[in-house]
């Protein structure tokens, strides 16, 4: 990864060829989308708004010519400059203005509330909109024996309730991801292990902790409340963050083997969502208990 970093940032055209290059692939492996924004990251956090931007322009015009030349039309470089890049540049700018970490995590939160006003124009009622996308592969799960009608029924239209906002969380969930390979990638070549700690230290405001304490009660007292349950999977992935970053402060305060963390994020892979729910709920205690606190307090001691 370092050495990928290095050839990006060796000037405009390398950081153009990257990004247009792992654009294109993510066609084929969609994760690999993620070191294209990655670069756009990198460049900006380094050289400034001007140069994140001019890059971007740059990369989407590679882009599109190549996604014309395998595929015969140039919109999915489109796609990639305005629903990922562009978000990305935004974040690392304000990363780079701020050097704020949890503020820049935070507002991330917003292009996720963009994307459920999105669909909330594009659909009048979003249940009915997912019901009615899923419903082929719920016929096929019947057709197929797989489920009984009645209860693929139900659990379609369950899912549908949850699928907006699940949906909304992940998308900017991606662009975070992203932005933090690009910051990573920037401590790698310019401040070895200054990621680390600032990852270590990220800690949500406690005030948005009580705002997610208020939605889970709206959700849980009326039934009918689906903008609450939207916002509410909003400010998961931000309680998430939060966890991981408490488990690699553990790990880093009493020095623990590189295989345990390397265990942490199996776990996460094998045991999904629940592993995710209870990272999730460690982060939203730790919005008022302040765990890492405890445990510098307890090792000085």
Do not use: C
């Not at 304000?94 to 949890?102: A, E, F, P």
């Not at 942490?264 to 999904?272: D, V």
Request: glycine share 8%.
């Amino acid at each position: 990864m370092q050495s990928l970093a290095s050839f990006t940032m060796r000037g405009r055209s390398q950081a153009t060829l990257v990004a247009a290059a792992f654009a294109i692939l993510s066609l084929i492996v969609p994760l690999i989308g993620l070191i294209s924004s990655a670069v756009i990251a990198l460049v900006t956090l380094r050289k400034g708004a001007d140069e994140g931007l001019i890059v971007g322009a740059f990369a989407g015009f590679a882009g599109g010519l190549l996604a014309f030349a395998a595929l015969g039309n140039p919109l999915p470089a489109v796609g990639f400059v305005l629903i990922l890049w562009l978000p990305v540049w935004v974040l690392a700018l304000i990363l780079r203005q701020t050097r704020s970490l949890v503020l820049t995590v935070q507002v991330a939160t917003l292009f996720g509330l963009l994307v459920v006003v999105g669909i909330r124009l594009l659909a009048a009622d979003p249940v009915a909109y997912w019901m009615e996308l899923l419903e082929p592969a719920r016929r096929s799960l019947i057709e197929n024996s797989v489920i009984d009608a009645a209860v693929s029924e139900q659990l379609v239209a369950q899912a549908a309730r949850w699928i907006t906002g699940a949906f909304a969380a992940a998308s900017y969930f991606q662009l975070l991801l992203a932005l933090f390979v690009g910051r990573w990638w920037q401590a790698l070549l310019y401040n070895p292990g200054g990621f680390g700690a600032e990852f270590r230290a990220l800690r949500i405001r406690s005030e948005v902790g009580y705002l997610a304490l208020g939605l889970a009660v709206v959700v849980l007292l009326l039934d009918e409340a689906m903008w609450a349950t939207e916002l509410l999977l909003l400010l998961a992935p931000l309680f998430f963050l939060q966890g991981v970053a408490i488990v690699h402060n553990l790990a880093h305060a009493y020095s623990a083997h590189r295989g345990w963390l390397i265990g942490f994020y199996g776990l996460l892979l094998l045991a999904m969502p629940y592993a995710e729910i209870l990272v999730a709920g460690l982060g939203f205690l730790d919005s008022w208990g302040d765990l890492r606190a405890r445990v510098a307090a307890r090792k000085k001691g």
